[in-house]
Nanobody, 124 residues
Framework: QVRLVEFGGGLVQTGGSLRLSCTAS????????MAWFRQGPGEEREFVAC????????EYADSVRGRFTVSRDSAENILVLRMNSLSPEDTAVYYC?????????????????WGQGTRVTVSS
């Protein structure tokens, strides 16, 4: 059984930073793409960032480009999202996602496995 677990959410002030991690168990995702999505209060789930199987290509939502960085350690089965210059608009539950395909995509429907999410709250 595949299990993705996110860590690192919490409360931070505007302008602060957080580092989210996602660990995968049950199988290795060394050949599969992974991504972060988020869902704010009363909002639809939205794409944040994705990374292909070997980390050679990343993609970001316009709202986070330049502030967030996605990376992965396939040997350790860990996906990381470093978030800087956080604002209240970044407040959301952040989800880790993985897919069997090596190519990263920015649509939620393209991912086969999901974590339970970790909450990030940015205070003003």
């Amino acid at each position: 059984q595949v299990r993705l677990v996110e860590f690192g959410g919490g409360l931070v002030q505007t302008g602060g930073s957080l580092r989210l991690s996602c660990t995968a168990s049950g199988r290795a995702f060394s050949t599969g793409a992974m991504a972060w999505f988020r869902q704010g209060p009363g909002e639809e789930r939205e794409f944040v960032a994705c990374i292909n199987w070997d980390g050679s290509r990343t993609e970001y939502a316009d709202s986070v480009r330049g502030r967030f960085t996605v990376s992965r350690d396939s040997a350790e089965n860990i996906l990381v999202l470093r978030m800087n210059s956080l604002s209240p608009e970044d407040t959301a539950v952040y989800y880790c996602a993985a897919r069997d395909s090596a190519v990263a995509v920015s649509v939620a429907g393209g991912y086969d496995y999901w974590g339970q999410g970790t909450r990030v709250t940015v205070s003003s």
